[in-house]
Nanobody, 130 residues
């Protein structure tokens, strides 16, 4: 069965760091653009960061620019989201998605119905609190 699995979510203090992983099984991530999304209680889902499948172009939401870094390790069929200088406002469930058809990373990270993406993970909880 082809699927995406996120991991690495945890409880962390403000100013701390976490690295989230998004690992694919049953298909090769190299053929897909990958995005990280988050949803906090009572808030709309937000595209956090996306990376293209071909040239490695990246997109970051303004709220995380300079603090988060997306990267990919195709040897491990995994995409990472390094999150530094975490703030309480970063508390959310983080999801990764894969899609082969978006023309730009900006489009990939814009709000779309979940069903548009080829694959969508089950999410990992990130809580930033003292």
């Amino acid at each position: 069965q082809s699927q995406l699995v996120e991991s690495g979510g945890d409880l962390v203090q403000p100013g701390g760091s976490l690295r989230l992983s998004c690992t694919a099984s049953g298909f090769t991530l190299e053929n897909y653009a990958i995005g990280w999304f988050r949803q906090a209680p009572g808030k709309e889902r937000e595209g956090v960061s996306c990376i293209s499948k071909s040239d490695g172009r990246t997109y970051y939401a303004k709220s995380v620019r300079g603090r988060f870094t997306i990267s990919r390790d195709y040897g491990k069929n995994t995409v990472y989201l390094q999150m530094d200088s975490l703030e309480p406002e970063d508390t959310a469930i983080y999801y990764c998605a894969a899609d082969a058809t978006f023309a730009t990373v900006q489009a990939m990270c814009s709000w779309q119905p979940i069903g548009v993406y080829d694959f969508w993970g089950q999410g990992t909880q990130v809580t930033v609190s003292s």
